[in-house]
């Protein structure tokens, strides 16, 4: 039998690391994942074969775990995160898809047993450290158009403001794309307050975590980098100050029916 | 100092719970929480005391957690999943909300410290299970009327469908709620195929877990029950065969820009 776990770490804090993520990656011989993910997790790591590729070649990396689980070496795909929410275990599954309709040639790959575990993500981090701004129906977008076509993002974008969800942005913003993020706060602004709370995470969970609260009305791509989470509350989201602490939080429903 | 823990302990499997969320468990003299969700954790819950209430007493479970911890106690509030997502965390802020603006009689609410540990979702547990279901954008929707009026739910699907997301649907059907997820449906096959993949995962990630994937033509709320999450996928979504086993991805792009 040969064996890929595709592994996602969370956010950032070791201790937010499901024991089955831990577990996966103690029982294979071979990682496949960016240098950073693993020094976020340690000691498991050790005297594991480590095996990185540039950012830009996710494909690849997807092939390179299935060869290397095809040839017998249990092997960890890992990302940080949730690894099915825009990470690498849809890219596992498109290529298998490949093979099955005779695009690829390797017939080895479909003898791999694949095991999924899921993560925290970013956007549950970030709304747990400000509160609970997921607390009612959110959805996310990511803001890459590297494979998506900008006129399906901002239709997205627009389906999503006027369905009044709470939204997340993934890939707000990197060094070749500064100007989706503005464009999409203006297309909410159509149809949400200018006062609408705004949470700014950036390295959620790390050492080096920052957290701003800002409005929409304020969100500027410029305050924001790739190792931000940008997600924007409702209509209804509050943003409430008790002394030196803010929290931001959704109310679950419209109707405000609150027992007493 | 008086300390609440907010905390989600993922879908089911204790290898799934973040040892944050045991650790906070563990050090909490005073559990409020569901039986059943205790009952998944096992021995770190020993000599706690457990406060349980009735379904339907959210409020008050809130109030119950924000009073212990307010009288000294060390306190966690806990719920399966996420809890920040459809569940108590956000009760507990409405709580302080209310307080700040005079409309509670409970000022040592405002000196507990809270902390809000994230969860893996039902939604990730599902995706992860049948492969990578949430590979590109996607967004919940509770389909609980109890606090939100239809109009404004329907509403939001027919933005969901238009905006092409995948769709994680919470709280699909109850005793007393057989028709909306029907109504749903009808509304999604506005704007998707009827070969549209679907999940049903009951019971997810636990020892009477059942998974299902039909198609959206095919899906019907007397297949679904409380214990049951309901995913659609978008119109890229797809269903694969390979030998015995099958899987449902979602591209992450829509331009299908496959490197070779």
Redo the contacts between chains.
């Keep these: 039998m040969t064996k890929l776990f595709v592994v996602g770490t969370?956010p950032g804090?070791?201790?937010?690391?499901?024991?089955?993520a831990r577990?996966a990656i103690q029982a294979s011989s071979d990682l496949v994942a960016y240098g950073l993910y693993l020094d976020l997790l340690g000691d498991v790591c050790d005297g594991k074969e480590h095996h990185d590729l540039p950012l830009g070649e996710e494909?690849?990396r997807a092939r390179l775990a299935l060869d290397l689980a095809a040839s017998g070496k249990t092997t960890a795909l890992v990302s940080s995160g949730?690894i099915?929410?825009?990470a690498m275990?849809?890219?596992?599954?498109?290529l298998?898809?490949?093979q099955?309709q005779g695009l690829e040639d390797h017939p080895e790959w479909?003898d791999v047993e694949?095991d999924?575990?899921?993560?925290?993500?970013a956007m549950?981090?970030g709304?747990?450290?400000v509160?609970?701004?997921?607390?009612?129906?959110?959805?996310?977008?990511?803001l890459s158009d590297?494979?998506?076509?900008w006129e399906?993002i901002e239709?997205?974008i627009?389906?999503?403001g006027?369905?009044?969800?709470v939204i997340s942005f993934y890939n707000p913003v990197s060094k070749k794309r500064d100007w989706q993020l503005n464009a999409a706060r203006d297309i909410l602004l159509q149809s949400r307050p200018a006062s609408t709370p705004v949470l700014l995470g950036r390295q959620l969970t790390r050492e080096d975590e920052s957290i701003t609260i800002t409005t929409l009305g304020e969100l500027d791509a410029k305050d924001v980098d790739m190792f931000t989470m940008v997600s924007v509350g409702n209509s209804e989201s509050?943003h409430?100050?008790?002394?030196s602490k803010e929290?931001v939080?959704?109310?679950?429903?419209?109707?405000k029916?609150?027992?007493h």
């Design positions: 969370g804090d070791a201790e937010l690391v499901a024991p089955k577990a494909i690849n949730d099915g929410i825009y275990a849809t890219l596992v599954f498109e298998l898809d490949r099955l479909l694949i999924v575990i899921p993560g925290i993500s549950q981090a709304a747990a450290r509160g609970a701004l997921l607390g009612h129906d959110f959805c996310t977008v990511s590297l494979l998506t076509p399906t239709q997205r627009h389906c999503a006027k369905g009044d969800f509050r409430i100050v008790n002394g929290w939080y959704t109310p679950r429903g419209y109707s029916k609150l027992s």
